[in-house]
């Protein structure tokens, strides 16, 4: 954590000298890649929702600046975006383009209001199928709109429509669009895969680029007479009026705006992180999405672009991986592409009125065909989303996009609720002894099946239920319990691993189910030999289960571990605490994490050891011998050690704990200093003084690990990074140190952590 600084002073600066400012050369580069790439498409995309066609042009601008200044995904470039194409022509067509531009400000408000309410990691909630088939729904429709204009025809206002008026289009052609039209997407194809050297030098352009400016160049020498681009003057560029028609289509008008945009952009944030982290540099000195910030961004750049007559705004995927791809490393890059839309807008206007129609069309029809994704349809197919997925495309292509989300919201529930409701239960008979096995969560839904397969077993039988589920609802454990009442004969309950289950004798302990393997939660008071014998017992059913369900699944990974050695990606240094379970907060398994764990999570400074080097050799190993890529510090909830320095005073005995708790004195003068602000945890102050050390002890432990010489060398090669991490036992929720923007700092904020980046977290 570097010390905090009056915004005049630098390191290495003279004090009261301002730093100049001053733009990466990568930044200038990768701006100048990306407005080559935003300037046809953003045309193109005007034209297809018929809006005018400076409107493209302001959005694309007022994405590049606005978003790029104000936004929290500093590499994400925004824009207007393929997937509004369907939302913003049915507003022009429906209400007209003033009322259109002032839905897009109201949805910029609505956005807004979003991010102040730190919503914004809900939105990455919603399951990816439902997201995908949304974008392949759009894409369907942009697809066969723009077909129409290719073949030199007009779009219907639906793909059934436009289906029906297909062949009828078919049969009279407008050959000289088409042929322009079918230029385009043969260079649109080819250009990435140019052979040889001179391909390699050629494909530096953008493909989209190129292909509309060969269909313009052929045209203009052939003289062909094709509708071209007409940009009117920038004086008659119609504005934002007031909003005109019923008030329920204009407030689902922003809904659907609102909805689009926010989720298009929030996912492309985090797609944009994995880029980032997965380049040769592994995007040091880039901070994290802060996805609240980059939601108020894109509600800023809505209200003024539909204030100034442009289209809606969003993070568009396309821009924003050739931003990552240049080698892009601040901001700066997407606020220059902007600055160049705008010098085109004005300076290039006769060469833009150049650019057919058709060829522009021809682009956007083949991004509509490219976001129908093959690689989304494999994945949600491997995760059995594919019902979803269909669902969601055929009611945005039939219904409309809210409807098609809705119904693929419908749909993902009916399927998570079948999977929760499906239950396989077996049983066979062997020497006089019956074997049910019970395969999934046993609810109220399983009970009919259960109790007729039940009621098939002879009275006064020896009968053995093997539950392997992790939930089991009150109506089958009292189906199961009076079963075993009245059947008369010997019945036990076991687990997976064939440990005998026993019912709990005292009501007073009725949160011991028979079906809850550890039951030391429930603070039974056994006597010392029963304790210990139940707790033998305990150890030797765990490893059971685990020879006999864990083992066969990792036993080939283990081997492959063994013969090759490990080779974690990140040293996890946490808190002996026993409610902290390293592998499933971080979804990680083996080889993945090298874990240290003291009292308190801390790191003793070089040299301050006093003979224990334990921690300071777990370091050493990690950084020089294994080369991990990260170093994580977790801290918990109602740390021990942490209270334990609190009430601490100068006249404690020095007992081996006080001996080791002086390494957290840095961590407890840091909270009382007046030099450091105090940590907060997504958003909020730390609920008491407890909770407030152990977070502030995470960043100071952080900084002791940088006065390690092999973490320093490593971080300043590039080649290390480190994070901080708050586990709240409770809440069962993590929390990461958020970036700073100064390399290798933080700001003292713990952000919460959505169950779909926890794995990205590992990984880094």
Not at 260 to 286: H, N
Not at 300 to 307: I, L, Q
Not at 472 to 486: C, G, I, P
Not at 755 to 762: G, I, K, V, Y
């Amino acid at each position: 954590m570097p010390i905090r600084r009056t915004p005049t002073q630098r390191p290495h600066s003279p004090p009261g000298r301002r730093p100049r400012f001053r733009i990466a050369g990568a930044d200038v580069s990768a701006s100048i890649a990306v407005f080559l790439i935003a300037l046809p498409l953003s045309l193109g995309i005007a034209l297809a929702t018929g809006a005018p066609l400076q409107a493209g042009l302001v959005a694309a601008a007022v994405g590049g600046i606005v978003v790029g200044r104000l936004g929290g995904a500093p590499l994400q470039v925004s824009g207007p975006a393929a997937g509004l194409t369907v939302v913003t022509a049915e507003l022009i067509q429906r209400y007209g383009w003033r009322t259109t531009c002032a839905i897009t400000v109201l949805a910029g408000l609505a956005q807004l209001g979003l991010a102040a309410l730190r919503v914004a990691r809900s939105a990455l909630a919603v399951s990816p199928a439902i997201v995908h088939g949304m974008v392949a729904g759009i894409g369907v429709t942009i697809a066969f709109a723009q077909l129409h204009i290719v073949l030199g025809g007009t779009p219907q206002s639906s793909v059934v429509a436009n289906v029906i008026a297909l062949p009828a289009q078919l049969a009279a052609p407008h050959l000289t669009g088409l042929a322009v039209s079918a230029l385009t997407i043969a260079v649109l194809l080819l250009w990435p895969r140019l052979p040889g050297r001179a391909g390699r030098l050629v494909r530096k352009a953008p493909a989209a680029l190129a292909s509309v400016a060969l269909a313009t160049l052929v045209a203009v020498v052939a003289g062909l007479h094709v509708p071209r681009v007409d940009l009117p003057s920038w004086s008659s560029h119609a504005l934002v009026g007031l909003p005109e028609g019923p008030a329920l289509g204009i407030a689902a008008g922003v809904l659907t705006i609102t909805l689009v945009t926010s989720v298009q952009s929030l996912l492309s944030a985090v797609a944009v992180d994995k880029l980032v982290s997965a380049r040769p540099d592994r995007g040091v000195g880039v901070p994290r999405s802060r996805l609240d910030r980059e939601l108020a961004g894109q509600g800023a750049a809505n209200m003024v672009s539909g204030a100034l007559g442009g289209l809606p705004v969003a993070g568009v995927a396309v821009r924003s991986v050739a931003n990552v791809s240049a080698g892009a490393v601040s901001r700066n890059s997407t606020m220059l592409h902007g600055l160049w839309v705008i010098l085109a807008a004005f300076l290039l206007v006769p060469v833009l009125d150049l650019i057919p129609l058709p060829a522009l069309a021809a682009l956007v029809m083949v991004v509509g065909v490219q976001m129908v994704s093959i690689t989304h349809i494999r994945t949600v197919t491997r995760h059995r989303e594919a019902l979803v997925y269909a669902a969601t495309v055929t009611g945005v292509v039939l219904f409309g996009i809210l409807e098609g989300v809705a119904l693929g919201i419908a749909v993902a529930t009916a399927v998570a609720l079948h999977r929760l409701a499906r239950t396989r239960i077996t049983h066979e008979e062997k020497d006089g002894r019956y074997l049910v096995r019970v395969r999934g969560q046993l609810t109220f839904l399983a009970v009919p099946r259960l109790s007729r397969i039940l009621h098939t077993i002879p009275d006064a039988s020896e009968v053995v239920i093997e539950l392997d589920g992790s939930f089991m609802d009150h109506a089958a454990y009292e189906a199961l319990h009076d079963w075993q009442t009245s059947h008369g004969g010997a019945v036990e309950m076991t687990g997976p691993s064939g440990a005998r289950i026993t019912e709990p004798t005292s009501e007073s302990h009725a949160c011991c189910r028979p079906w809850t393997p550890w039951r030391n939660h429930c603070g039974e008071n056994h006597p010392a030999d029963e304790t210990r014998r139940e707790t033998g017992h305990q150890l030797a059913s765990g490893i059971g289960k685990f020879q006999r369900n864990t083992a066969p699944l990792v036993r080939d990974e283990l081997a492959r571990l063994a013969r090759e050695g490990q080779s974690p990606s990140q040293l996890f240094l946490t808190c002996a605490d026993s409610r902290l379970v390293t592998s499933m907060i971080t979804a990680s398994g083996p080889g993945d994490l090298f874990t240290v764990r003291n009292v308190g999570n801390l790191v003793p400074l070089p040299g301050e050891g006093n003979g224990d080097d334990s921690v300071a050799a777990a370091i050493e190993y990690a950084v020089e011998v294994l080369r991990v890529q990260s170093i994580t510090v977790c801290g918990h909830s109602g740390c021990g050690a942490m209270q334990a320095l609190l009430g601490s005073t100068p006249d404690d005995p020095p007992t081996p704990l006080r001996r080791w708790l002086r390494h957290g004195l840095p961590s407890l003068e840091r909270m009382t200093s007046r030099r450091h602000a105090w940590a907060r945890i997504s958003g909020r102050l730390p609920a008491d003084a407890v909770e407030q050390l152990c977070l502030t002890n995470v960043v100071q432990q952080l900084e002791h690990l940088r006065a390690y010489d092999a973490v320093a060398r490593r971080l300043a090669d590039g080649t290390l990074t480190l994070h901080g991490m708050y586990f709240h036992v409770g809440e069962a929720q993590a929390y990461l140190l958020a970036d700073s923007d100064e390399p290798h700092g933080y700001d003292d904020v713990f952000d919460l952590v959505p169950p779909t980046t926890l794995q990205e977290a590992r990984a880094s």
